[in-house]
T-cell receptor
Framework: DQQVKQNSPSLSVQEGRISILNCDYTNSMFDYFLWYKKYPAEGPTFLISISSIKDKNEDGRFTVFLNKSAKHLSLHIVPSQPGDSAVYFCAATPNYGGSQGNLIFGKGTKLSVKP | DAGVTQSPTHLIKTRGQQVTLRCSPKSGHDTVSWYQQALGQGPQFIFQYYEEEERQRGNFPDRFSGHQFPNYSSELNVNALLLGDSALYLC?????????????FGPGTRLTVL
């Protein structure tokens, strides 16, 4: 059973517009969430994260929103750029009280930003 | 500053063989995690090594084993290869300071089992 779900396999957006990538989770023990992006032939690259004690975290063009009651998070990219075209993975981890535990990943959403 | 490096880049094996994949963590990192990414899936956690010990393990059979060396580099060994072991194997390193420490991924080793 998938604990982290990204229900949209792909998303196409025009350059300059907003990209919204969604992620749902089922395990209420998750309390730290991350977004990674992956280009072909490269490993995933960390993008942004959010702790369960927050509902929003911003870093430049990237903002992550967390709705704990709905067990839903989203990544907003504004404005979208062609270089943002990649596969985006949502990941979650429970807090073991020590180092970051294993990351549970969704299947990814392929974002295409068209010029 | 070198990031996470993995070797080899690609590997082709036949069923029943054994394989060893290698990972060098980012400079200063002491924790190494291994993930398997099958085609069309997200990475799936295999295990994590810290202080040369396996600290956490995902839902993988004992055919998957690992090792961490005093210099923090790590190996992933897979015995009795199956066709289903064909995947991209990713290594991630981090610094053991707390649960929010970011895991940095290497480019992966593409394993094909024929």
């Amino acid at each position: 059973d998938q604990q982290v779900k990204q229900n949209s396999p792909s998303l196409s957006v025009q350059e300059g517009r907003i990209s919204i990538l969604n992620c749902d989770y089922t395990n209420s023990m998750f309390d730290y969430f991350l977004w990674y992006k992956k280009y072909p032939a490269e490993g995933p690259t960390f993008l942004i994260s959010i702790s369960s004690i927050k509902d929003k975290n911003e870093d430049g063009r990237f903002t992550v929103f967390l709705n704990k009651s709905a067990k839903h998070l989203s990544l907003h990219i504004v404005p979208s750029q062609p270089g943002d075209s990649a596969v985006y993975f949502c990941a979650a981890t429970p807090n073991y009280g020590g180092s970051q535990g294993n990351l549970i990943f969704g299947k990814g959403t392929k974002l295409s930003v068209k010029p | 500053d070198a990031g996470v490096t993995q070797s080899p880049t690609h590997l082709i094996k036949t069923r029943g063989q054994q394989v060893t994949l290698r990972c060098s963590p980012k400079s200063g990192h002491d924790t190494v995690s291994w993930y398997q990414q099958a085609l069309g899936q997200g990475p799936q956690f295999i295990f994590q090594y810290y202080e040369e010990e396996e600290r956490q393990r995902g839902n993988f059979p004992d055919r998957f084993s690992g090792h961490q060396f005093p210099n923090y580099s790590s190996e992933l060994n897979v015995n009795a290869l199956l066709l289903g072991d064909s995947a991209l194997y990713l290594c991630a390193s981090s610094l053991d300071r707390g649960p929010t420490d970011t895991q940095y991924f290497g480019p992966g080793t593409r394993l094909t089992v024929l």
